[in-house]
T-cell receptor, first 111, second 115 residues
Framework: SQQGEEDPQALSIQEGENATMNCSYKTSINNLQWYRQNSGRGLVHLILIRSNEREKHSGRLRVTLDTSKKSSSLLITASRAADTASYFC???????????FGKGITLSVRP | GAVVSQHPSRVICKSGTSVKIECRSL??????MFWYRQFPKQSLMLMATSNEGSKATYEQGVEKDKFLINHASLTLSTLTVTSAHPEDSSFYIC???????????FGSGTRLTVV
């Protein structure tokens, strides 16, 4: 069953703008991860945030985690047309646990 | 980094035949690999967890006799879709993780079309 729920389901922005995507989940987690998928391709891991972390940065990416609200957000700053893709959040429990994916957000960045 | 190679990337087969998909961890050993299925414009649904040297763990609703998983070595897991039917047409993706400090690495996926 799916645990993560992202919103919005689709987002269209202009190049240069920031894109914010949200994810909510239901059960306790060890970590939350964000992935990117280009059409018809595999997933690329973007960033992992552990349950005891509140914020993490990686390049143009900023992810936050609020375990009290069971939610996370992914911010992509200064978006580029190449950022156009589907973005998924996924939650993990345990050391080598399976991931549970959200439905995904389709991001379109207009040049 | 951690690299996972999946092969083939695309396969078309006739209804009733079997198809084998390979997933290899190229630069690390993976005692556990995961197999997902993805329908167009939908999320990934976990099918099974592949365990090296033991039986795979299947998710509820996934037929183990239909989707045979073999994880005979620390770097290779295979998924065989047996007696494929058109409804098995989908995008299949495997993943593995080097260790808990890494995110999961995904293969590039296999587009299966059963005609």
């Amino acid at each position: 069953s799916q645990q993560g729920e992202e919103d919005p389901q689709a987002l269209s922005i202009q190049e240069g703008e920031n894109a914010t995507m949200n994810c909510s989940y239901k059960t306790s987690i060890n970590n939350l991860q964000w992935y990117r998928q280009n059409s018809g391709r595999g997933l690329v891991h973007l960033i992992l945030i552990r349950s005891n972390e509140r914020e993490k940065h990686s390049g143009r990416l900023r992810v936050t985690l609020d375990t009290s609200k069971k939610s996370s957000s992914l911010l992509i700053t200064a978006s580029r047309a190449a950022d156009t893709a589907s973005y998924f959040c996924a939650t993990g429990r345990g050391a080598n646990s399976k991931l549970t994916f959200g439905k995904g957000i389709t991001l379109s960045v207009r040049p | 980094g951690a690299v996972v190679s999946q092969h083939p990337s695309r396969v078309i087969c006739k209804s009733g035949t079997s198809v084998k998909i390979e997933c290899r961890s190229l630069d690390f050993q993976a005692t556990t690999m995961f197999w997902y299925r993805q329908f167009p414009k939908q999320s990934l649904m976990l099918m099974a967890t592949s365990n090296e040297g033991s039986k795979a763990t299947y998710e509820q609703g996934v037929e183990k006799d239909k989707f045979l998983i073999n994880h005979a070595s620390l770097t290779l897991s295979t998924l065989t879709v047996t007696s494929a039917h058109p409804e098995d047409s989908s995008f299949y993706i495997c993943s593995a993780r080097r260790d808990s400090n890494y995110g999961y690495t995904f293969g590039s996926g296999t587009r299966l079309t059963v005609v």
